[in-house]
């Protein structure tokens, strides 16, 4: 999914929700691939009620790999990620997502 360089400034403090629907968090930042010149991860911090902040226990947030952004708009979708267990269709578990806890 492209972002051009206009947009890039525009991800800051979006909302971010999961396919399920569930809220995540806003984006506190973003990580770059400088060599290829693409997006490699958003830095998402939880807010308190969200989804991701079961899954962080006392981490503040998350970094999800680009690949797992299905849509960025007025808000930014990502997959729908579950702690552990066997996911349900179009879910992922934590591990096989590659998050990294922040």
């Given at each position: 999914m492209p972002v051009s360089?206009?947009?890039i400034n525009e991800m800051f403090g979006k909302d971010v929700f999961t396919s399920k629907g569930y809220y995540a968090g806003k984006i506190k930042d973003l990580?770059?691939?400088l060599s290829r010149f693409?997006?490699?991860?958003?830095?998402?911090?939880?807010?308190?009620?969200?989804?991701?902040?079961?899954m962080l226990g006392?981490?503040?947030g998350i970094i999800v790999p680009y690949p797992l952004v299905l849509a960025v708009g007025?808000?930014?979708?990502?997959?729908h990620v579950i702690p552990s267990g066997?996911?349900?269709?179009g879910e992922i578990t934590e591990a096989e997502a590659g998050l990294e806890k922040i």
């Open positions: 360089v206009k947009d990580e770059f691939d693409k997006i490699r991860a958003l830095i998402i911090e939880a807010s308190s009620d969200s989804v991701l902040a079961s006392g981490k503040r007025d808000i930014v979708i990502i997959k066997t996911p349900a269709e």
